[in-house]
């Protein structure tokens, strides 16, 4: 007779489905599932804040298919980390959280952290449910994981009461569950897919929309084929960025705003009509713009606006539908239009601009100075995580991709805090995996300091990510040193700092070195380029690059104000 506790059978489950990382914080009643965790061979990753180790288990989704586990303790740990579990379900992206909860016996008596933890986590999840007993257990984390990855993908959420995870029970009475296999693939009704293709050739200002549901789904070697023979221009979203590489001669990124707002027919793949994309909506798109929509989800049809053909399916099933049809047509978009001949021009202007700014020789820097140094050093095929405000919106435009999934950011809601989870698990995945590839993540200095002490976590692990923190002493914008000090004598400054400045040239280098790794204090280019070569050859410890820029430095002027803009 074998005797089994909770926490080895929630360990074995997560690991006969398949589950390979774990993040978390351990207390009561958690800590020996986490050491199942292990035992089983499940690499765990002990992170600072739950809210971080949530976003680090759902990029591992993102990354893999497969998703993490988050493991949190009961009450305020569970609540922590609902802005995870939040994300992850709009980014689409697969996890698994596992919750401890008060004794089931001591329910409703005000029992520590006690806390309806199953119904909260039903608002942020597909999925949620605590065991009936330790025999369930194998059962509801294979319908939890296979929950993330069915269907459209998302958070689940399995509730371990602190009562069962040291209770035992007989493997023989636990019933056996097997891995459960990956998602059915389906294709498209085949004359939709015909439909989908005239509706193609009858274009005349033709455009590609990749979404990070085509880098979720694998689509890359079809989509590449079908734009290269199609000849049709493409433009990427923030996350469907490396699909194609940026510097493919069809990628019009360059030109977004003028492709989106002018063309007729948009072939929209794995991406939503949300605020990303301006909903779909005059005046950024055309008014009679023609949508042939590819999704999962079929209630995703049709939202904001009605698609001219929706092809439901696997993304990458048919994106190969549509390339067969495509060159069993023969077709292909000619390079010679007028359509591409504006492209181009304006990708031309806008390079120009955007050079000018770079080749400024001011100190301190701006933003496209700083993003265009960095973008030389960079290697080709590392990862770059990036948040902030004009840090990410800037450094999306100048910091190329060359391969599918490996650009993350605050997604689709808007999240600012994810970055050093998203980098501590690249990073751990990228050490299981052994590519040698790096890590770099981007941040502005406001959302650097909503994980901030998970720099602690990359020295533990000696995860050698490079952190540059583009810091312009606020959010948006801030003040120099000078101003802040005639602020400060001006009287009390709760009543006299704008709101969105923060301390001027805060060390956050400093932040790095306390814990063993690699700070740099940049104020000049020079500087700048030279510990990015260092942080970039060392392989051993996490580094720091604390880039001092100009307060007042902006994004160039847009053609349309962007959606989240305030009144200031």
């Known amino acids: ?35 199942a965790a292990q035992a089983a061979g499940i690499k765990y990753v002990g992170m600072r804040n739950e809210q971080a180790a949530c976003y680090a288990a759902s990029a591992i989704g993102y990354l893999t298919g497969r998703p993490g586990a988050c493991l949190v303790v009961s009450g305020p740990g569970l609540i922590h980390a609902l802005g995870g579990m939040a994300n992850a379900n709009m980014n689409c992206w697969p996890l698994v959280v596992i919750g401890g909860s008060s004794d089931q016996n001591q329910e409703t008596q005000g029992a520590f952290q006690e806390f309806p933890q199953v119904e909260a986590c039903r608002l942020y999840s597909k999925f949620s449910a605590r065991p009936s007993g330790l025999d369930a257990i194998p059962s509801v984390i294979e319908k939890a994981v296979r929950t993330s990855m069915y269907g459209r993908p998302g958070a689940c959420y399995v509730d371990i009461s602190g ?13 056996v569950v097997s891995c459960c296999p990956p998602p059915p693939m389906s294709l498209a009704d085949d004359m939709a897919v015909a439909e989908a293709v005239s509706v193609l050739k009858g274009a005349k200002r033709p455009l590609v ?58 072939v929209l793949l794995g991406a939503r009509l949300n605020w990303i994309l301006h909903f779909g909506l005059a005046p950024r798109f055309h008014p009679h713009v023609k949508v042939i929509q590819v999704d999962l989800c079929a209630e995703e049809m049709g939202n904001n606006v009605r698609p001219a053909v929706a092809l439901l399916g696997d993304i990458n099933a048919v994106v190969t539908q549509l390339l067969n049809c495509v060159r069993k047509d023969g077709w292909k978009y000619p390079s010679d239009t007028e359509w591409w001949s504006t492209l181009k021009e304006k990708i031309t202007v806008n390079a120009k601009i955007s050079k000018a700014l770079a080749l400024q020789s001011t100190v301190p820097m701006n933003y496209y100075t700083v993003f ?52 501590i698990a690249a990073a751990a995945l990228e050490r299981g995996q052994n590519k040698s590839q790096r890590i770099v993540c981007v941040e502005g200095d406001s959302a650097f300091g909503f994980s901030g002490m998970e ?8 995860l050698p990510v490079v952190i540059i923190v583009v810091n312009n002493n606020g959010i948006y914008s801030g003040v120099d040193p000078e101003t802040w000090k005639e602020m400060a004598k001006m009287g009390d400054l709760t009543t ?70 305030s009144n200031l």
């Open 209 to 266: 929309i990749i979404g990070k549901g085509a880098a979720y789904g694998r689509a890359e070697a079809a989509l590449r084929e079908l734009v290269e023979t199609s000849r049709l221009p493409f433009l990427p979203t923030p996350m469907g960025k490396g699909v194609l590489p940026d510097d493919h001669p069809n990628c019009v990124a360059a030109a977004r705003s003028r492709a989106l707002l002018q063309a007729d027919v948009v």
């Open 372 to 423: 265009h140094h960095v973008a030389e050093l960079l290697p080709s095929d590392c990862i770059i995580v990036s948040e902030g405000a004009n840090t990410m919106d800037i450094g999306r435009t100048m910091l190329h991709n060359y391969l599918p999934r490996h650009r993350l950011d605050a997604g689709t809601f808007g999240t600012m805090g994810v970055g050093l989870g998203f980098a």
């Open 163 to 175: 009562d069962m995870v040291n209770a035992k029970v007989d493997r023989s009475k636990v019933r």
């Open 1 to 35: 007779m074998e005797e089994l506790t909770g926490a080895q059978l929630v360990a074995e489950a997560l690991k006969t489905q398949n589950v390979e990382y774990m993040f978390g914080i351990v207390g009561v009643p958690v800590i020996e599932v986490a050491m």
């Open 455 to 462: 720099v602690e976590t990359m020295c533990r692990y000696n």
């Open 496 to 565: 006299i700092a704008p709101p969105v400045t923060l301390l001027p040239e805060a060390r956050y280098d400093e932040v790095m070195t306390a814990f063993g790794g690699r700070g740099f204090l940049v104020r000049t280019v020079e500087e700048l380029r030279s510990a990015l070569q260092l942080s970039l050859s060392d392989w051993e410890r996490p580094s720091l690059l604390n880039v001092l820029i100009d307060p007042a430095s902006d994004r160039k002027q847009q053609e349309f104000p962007w959606l989240t803009r």
